[in-house]
């Protein structure tokens, strides 16, 4: 399976379909919750896994971020940006969660182990791969690195829902690349 | 290629991501939609104009009530020890200096500016919450802080170390509580210092405050672009100025100091992005053609004293490096001769760098 990243307009669509979903779950149109779902999830569950490192904190993160764009689909007011409106929900949720587990972000173990995909061989190639990402690049890194690649926002938006300068996102995506593509030379 | 490494950062994470499809439907099912999210309920806010009017009105009760009050506190006080001292600079500067209850032992202006504020406010024996309430409050009556002019370097030197980054809060808190009915926030850099001979010497020697003077040694300690020489130079430039160059400095990977505090932003007509922009529109280029950009915010080569956006850009297929200063309070921009390469610092402690490779 090859997946091409996503172009400027591929991704202004992507936004305007996310908004409409969001309308017409803020209309009690449930059955927009699983097509929002199909079309962000790796959004939402790149940035989980990008803050905590973790497998299974991500999985639980996502499901929370996704009940509670359910909850308050009907606040989201259309800007053309709905990303940065989730993103803020999901950051928000973990938050939450570091200050409930108080602790540092270690790698779970598990995530060596634990290949969703149902193509065995082809998860194990991504585990290793995704592995080697997410010890390469620190938290600030990896989190502008999915904000930027996965979902497609501009660093000058990134830079807006983080509250840093956006000469230190850059900065730091610019740190990111560099490490990221001598790891994909290695291969 | 350039393409190849991104696509598969996306298959990773997508084939890495659960399918929780049915799980999380069925928990939003036992949901109940809300038309207001709880977090965001809290205010309601007033229109702008009235949230100005409300604020100049607070400060003026503030102002006056500073002078009141120092009117009726008697002249004489009673001889205590100085436990900390603070200093402000906006562009009155002064010092306060406080005992170990934060009472205001003395307030002494340290520039012109500092005394006609100062002119018939008495603060000693007031907490410091009311001095600081008056003197803020009087400052953005009289125009030394407005929303074009946010900056403030609050500088403390205490005796008592032990809760230097609780006192740093604290008073930043104070002075933006002046400005929480308006729209107003202060860029604050809030640095706990230690005032010896050799500062205050150096300090005197270049006619600033303490405060001012031990920013300059960290900006030159911490920023290699900036050295002993340009001391001079700096030494006349606003807080403003000097918030900008300073707050821009790159994070690192070390620890946030314990001994130093900024918060706000300080409010500037022309972004970095904009800097960034104004010179790719002179030379007819865009953002893709970009190989490397840095973008630095120093004082200006041209012999003015002012800090401007330094801007370094290569572009693919070219091999000319451009250089640019662009105010950044009218966006007009020079290009400058000089054609050595970026700027190189020897540690990236300095390097707001911008990288658009993509």
Request: with cysteine; glycine share 4%; net charge negative.
């Amino acid at each position: 399976m090859v997946i091409v990243a996503l172009t400027a307009e591929e991704i202004e669509n992507k936004n305007d379909k996310i908004e409409q979903l969001l309308a017409s779950l803020s209309t009690g149109d449930t059955a927009s919750m699983g097509r929002l779902y199909d079309l962000i999830k790796t959004d939402v569950f790149a940035y989980a896994l990008s803050k905590t490192g973790n497998k299974q904190d991500a999985d639980d993160i996502m499901q929370d971020t996704f009940v509670k764009i359910y909850k308050y689909a009907k606040q989201y007011r259309p800007k053309g940006k709905p990303m940065a409106w989730i993103i803020t929900i999901e950051l928000n949720l973990i938050r939450r969660h570091f200050q409930l587990k108080a602790r540092t972000v270690e790698f779970d173990e598990s995530f060596e182990n634990t290949p969703s995909n149902e193509n065995f061989e082809e998860g194990v190639i991504n585990d290793a791969f995704l592995r080697e990402l997410l010890k390469a690049l620190n938290e600030e890194e990896r989190e502008v690195v999915s904000l930027h690649i996965v979902s497609g926002m501009k660093h000058r938006e990134i830079a807006k829902l983080l509250q840093r300068p956006l000469s230190t996102v850059l900065s730091k995506y610019n740190r990111a690349i560099k490490k990221l593509q001598a790891i994909v030379k290695e291969e | 290629m350039k393409q190849k490494w991104k696509d598969k950062i996306i298959d990773a994470y997508k084939s890495e991501t659960p399918d929780n499809r049915e799980r999380i439907l069925s928990a939003c099912e036992n949901e109940t939609q809300y038309s207001v999210c709880p977090d965001e309920r809290k205010t309601r806010k007033l229109p702008v104009f009235f949230r100005r009017a409300v604020s100049f009105v607070a400060c003026l009760v503030l102002f006056g009530l500073g002078l009141f009050v120092g009117q009726i506190i008697p002249e004489t006080q009673p001889v205590a020890t100085a436990e900390t001292c603070v200093y402000l600079d906006v562009n009155p500067s002064l010092e306060l200096a406080l005992d170990k209850n934060d009472t205001v032992l003395s307030c002494t202006p340290a520039n012109t500016d500092a005394e006609t504020l100062l002119n018939g406010m008495k603060l000693e024996g007031l907490e410091l919450k009311t001095a600081l309430n008056a003197i803020v409050g009087a400052m953005y009556v009289n125009g030394y802080l407005s929303s074009e002019d946010n900056s403030m370097l609050i500088s403390v030197d205490t005796t008592n170390e032990n809760n230097t980054s609780d006192f740093l809060s604290y008073i930043t808190n104070q002075v933006n509580e002046v400005f929480v009915n308006s729209e107003m926030e202060c860029a604050i850099i809030a640095q706990a210092v230690k005032a010896d001979e050799a500062l205050k010497q150096r300090a005197e020697e270049q006619g600033i405050s303490v405060g001012k003077m031990y920013l300059l040694d960290k900006m030159i300690g911490s920023m290699e672009l900036i050295t002993e020489e340009d001391i001079a130079e700096l030494a006349n430039m606003s807080i403003k100025d000097l918030n900008l160059m300073y707050s821009a400095k790159p994070d690192d990977e070390e620890e946030k100091p314990s001994d130093e505090l900024i918060s706000g932003s300080v409010n500037v007509k022309v972004g970095t992005e904009d800097a960034l922009s104004a010179v790719l529109t002179e030379l007819g280029k865009t953002e893709d053609e970009v190989e490397e950009a840095r973008i630095f915010i120093l004082p200006s080569k041209r012999g003015e004293t002012k800090v401007v956006y330094s801007v370094t850009v290569k572009f693919y297929n070219d091999k000319e490096i451009y250089k640019y200063e662009v105010d950044y309070q009218t966006g007009e921009l020079e290009r400058l001769d000089e054609e050595d390469g970026f700027p190189s610092h020897g540690s990236e402690r300095q390097q707001p760098g911008n990288g658009f490779d993509d």
